[in-house]
């Protein structure tokens, strides 16, 4: 679908009469990011999935600012309203997540309940956040190095050296998730990381005190520095619950689905 700037993958599944949940993918990822986890949900929602700018098959037509936050955020309330979808859950992991709490604290009369994975409000100074940039500037050069695949998959192998990804290389499906990325364009990775990087977006933690949507924030046990952010959170909104799922570390989704799966349903479920 053309939206002004952009022209958008997405596959929206409608189950009658259930409630939609709209899935947003993290860095990298792309529209099949949660396939394993929506086998187990099909059954009780519909849900609408997309490629995010500069991920997949959703192209950007214009300038670069595009890829960022709050262009990227009214271009997705502007798909909801093309497919008539006047409220939703949601559930963001990562970059999907900081967009996802964007998207809650900006556009909240039209999401229910929304859950976030391994997720942040971005960072609270200015100095953090050039700090950020000026990091985030480094990984999108190499990025943009990446002129045959071979680069490319050197550069995915040495991102998932990071600790909060505790032993993702040990998952059996490990190999299967790095062929999934690698259909990214690492030149439009650059992009998104550019404009849509932890350091670019505002800082939501003033917003995040006054939100009323009920949240569920998840975080693997091997990732330290998401259950200390995700702590931070649950102690500032007094809508927001912490669960930290054994067994995994940042891409909780993807080595933990079964977790994943119970405590989305439990919280979905469960009266507000």
Not at 42 to 49: H, K, P, V
Not at 154 to 175: A, C, M, R, V
Not at 211 to 228: H, M, R, T, V
Request: hydrophobic share 40%; glycine share 6%; proline share 3%.
């Amino acid at each position: 679908m053309t939206l002004e700037k952009y022209k958008f993958n997405y596959y929206f599944n409608i189950n009658i009469n259930k409630f939609i949940i709209i899935f947003l993918h993290g860095f990298m990822g792309n529209i099949n990011e949660f396939d394993e986890a929506i086998k187990f949900l099909a059954e009780d929602f519909s849900y609408l999935i997309l490629d995010l700018p500069g991920h997949g098959k959703t192209e950007v037509v214009e300038g670069d600012e595009y890829y960022g936050m709050e262009p990227t955020a009214k271009a997705i309330i502007n798909l909801l309203d093309e497919l008539k979808i006047d409220k939703c859950h949601l559930m963001g992991y990562s970059m999907g997540g900081r967009l996802g709490l964007y998207l809650t604290l900006n556009f909240p009369e039209r999401f229910i309940k929304v859950v976030l994975e391994s997720s942040s409000p971005g960072l609270a100074t200015e100095a953090e956040r050039l700090e950020r940039v000026r990091r985030d500037a480094q990984i999108a050069r190499k990025l943009s190095r990446s002129i045959i695949q071979t680069d490319f998959a050197t550069f995915l192998s040495n991102w998932y050296n990071q600790p909060i990804f505790g032993s993702i290389k040990n998952h059996p499906e490990y190999d299967r998730m790095i062929e999934s990325r690698l259909q990214n364009n690492p030149h439009e990775l650059d992009k998104s990381l550019r404009f849509m990087g932890t350091g670019c977006q505002p800082s939501l933690w003033e917003k995040l005190q006054e939100n009323k949507i009920p949240l569920l924030l998840l975080a693997g046990e091997y990732d330290q520095k998401f259950i200390s952010i995700n702590t931070e959170m649950a102690e500032v909104c007094e809508c927001a619950q912490l669960k930290i799922i054994s067994n995994a570390g940042h891409n909780i989704h993807f080595e933990n689905t079964l977790a994943f799966v119970e405590n989305i349903k439990c919280f979905l479920y469960a009266a507000s």
